[in-house]
């Protein structure tokens, strides 16, 4: 049965991390995956994850079967935390369950949507993360793209994504980036958001909001504006969201998928399908996760120190930004970079060629994803001399 497989390449942005783990250059920098590193490049478990956790061995009694929606007590938390007060929650059209990750989430999207309707399309921006399109024609989805980023201008092709989509089909599902765009760092405003909002309400077409970076960008509202903008307006959506970055608990893999159903009742069926793909799938998610974070966000403390601690987070991703861009002038690169610093989020394209990505591997032992896609979390105060020596090197 194995005889006729051909070897995989390892996987463009997970590859990188083994890369990185065997290279033994002392200056070696990991622009890499995206996950947050604090001024150490290390990434710390929460304190707030560090108490909740004990609380959690202290209280804990049983591991019996939680069954496939996971944690009640999570979903209800984490409904609030992405919709805050919102005519979803108060017209009971929205359904929340616990998944394995933002990855988990997304799956379950996919196979509900070809539960709807097999080889339906879904739409992603160009570019998307690299794991989205694979992600969906595994489940059968048929994908295409829609202009997102202007590669030459460093911004956001708005024109152009607004044009596809006003061609999208009303029973096709569009998947958009909440905030934080991974890979481009380039997100919509309030405006551009409305002008979306009013095409997806106009046509129909399913929305899917990707959230996995909420409180990266501008803040846990702030970020979630376009979402729960989309959610007023719209009789059906879906809301993939993760728990790995803003909790800090990537290899718990918890996350979360949302559903809104145009009535409690539809809302309600289209939740029985889910469940049922989840118990095709993985049958019910992992539970130790959604404890912590509910834990975390029943608690007025602990929410208060996480909202602290997410703050120390945003603020340094973004204060890597200017600092990037303010070494590159002063190691005397004329290239404008300012882009990266009105960027949002974990990612930014540096914008040099995928050649340019392999010499500042093999030369500099400084990684990134080929498309230059850098994890900016992974800058720091000690290393950021030595990345702007070498990029304006390798410029
Ligand atoms: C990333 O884009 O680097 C992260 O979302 C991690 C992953 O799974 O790819």
């Known amino acids: 049965m194995f005889g006729s497989l051909k070897a995989l390449p390892a996987d463009p942005i997970l590859g990188l991390l083994a890369k990185y783990r065997e290279d033994s250059n002392s200056q070696k920098i990991d622009l890499g995956v995206g996950v947050y590193k604090n001024e150490a490049g290390h990434t710390a478990v929460l304190d707030c994850v560090k108490r909740a956790e004990k609380h959690r061995n202290d209280t804990e009694d049983s591991k019996v079967y939680i069954g496939p929606t996971g944690s009640p007590l999570f979903n209800d938390e984490m409904s609030k935390l992405i919709f805050g007060h919102h005519k979803v929650l108060i017209e009971n059209r929205a359904r929340t369950i616990s998944t394995p990750g933002g990855t988990g989430s997304l799956r379950v999207a996919a196979e509900f949507i070809k539960s709807c309707k097999a080889g339906a399309t879904i739409?992603?921006?160009?570019?998307?993360?690299?794991?989205?399109?694979?992600?969906?024609?595994?489940?059968?989805?048929?994908?295409?793209?829609?202009?997102?980023?202007?590669?030459?201008?460093?911004?956001?092709?708005?024109?152009?994504?607004?044009?596809?989509?006003?061609?999208?089909?009303?029973?096709?599902?569009?998947?958009?980036?909440?905030?934080?765009?991974?890979?481009?760092?380039?997100?919509?405003?309030?405006?551009?958001?409305?002008?979306?909002?009013?095409?997806?309400?106009?046509?129909?077409?399913?929305?899917?909001?990707?959230?996995?970076?909420?409180?990266?960008?501008?803040?846990?509202?702030?970020?979630?504006?376009?979402?729960?903008?989309?959610?007023?307006?719209?009789?059906?959506?879906?809301?993939?969201?993760?728990?790995?970055?803003?909790?800090?608990?990537?290899?718990?893999?918890?996350?979360?998928?949302?559903?809104?159903?145009?009535?409690?009742?539809?809302?309600?069926?289209?939740?029985?399908?889910?469940?049922?793909?989840?118990?095709?799938?993985?049958?019910?998610?992992?539970?130790?996760?959604?404890?912590?974070?509910?834990?975390?966000?029943?608690?007025?403390?602990?929410r208060t120190q996480w909202h602290a601690e997410l703050k120390v987070m945003r603020d340094r991703i973004n204060g890597n930004r200017q600092l990037l861009v303010d070494k590159l002038v002063e190691n005397g690169v004329t290239r404008d970079f300012s882009f990266i610093a009105r960027q949002s989020g974990m990612f930014s394209f540096l914008g040099i060629s995928p050649e340019q990505v392999q010499q500042l591997q093999d030369e500099y032992s400084i990684y990134m994803v080929g498309s230059s896609r850098m994890s900016i979390a992974g800058i720091a105060n000690s290393n950021v001399d030595y990345l702007a020596q070498s990029i304006a090197k390798i410029l």
């Open 123 to 302: 739409w992603v921006s160009n570019p998307t993360w690299a794991n989205h399109t694979g992600l969906f024609e595994a489940a059968g989805l048929t994908v295409k793209t829609y202009p997102y980023y202007d590669y030459e201008n460093k911004t956001l092709d708005f024109d152009g994504m607004l044009a596809a989509l006003k061609e999208v089909s009303s029973d096709d599902a569009v998947l958009l980036h909440a905030c934080c765009h991974n890979p481009s760092g380039m997100d919509l405003n309030n405006e551009q958001w409305q002008q979306v909002v009013e095409v997806a309400k106009g046509i129909g077409f399913l929305p899917v909001l990707d959230m996995a970076y909420q409180g990266f960008g501008k803040g846990l509202d702030e970020d979630a504006y376009g979402l729960r903008l989309m959610a007023e307006n719209v009789k059906e959506m879906i809301v993939c969201s993760s728990c790995s970055k803003n909790f800090g608990l990537y290899r718990e893999r918890i996350g979360g998928f949302t559903l809104i159903g145009e009535t409690p009742l539809s809302a309600d069926i289209a939740n029985s399908v889910v469940l049922s793909v989840v118990r095709g799938i993985y049958s019910m998610p992992p539970a130790h996760g959604a404890a912590l974070v509910e834990t975390i966000l029943s608690s007025d403390e602990l």
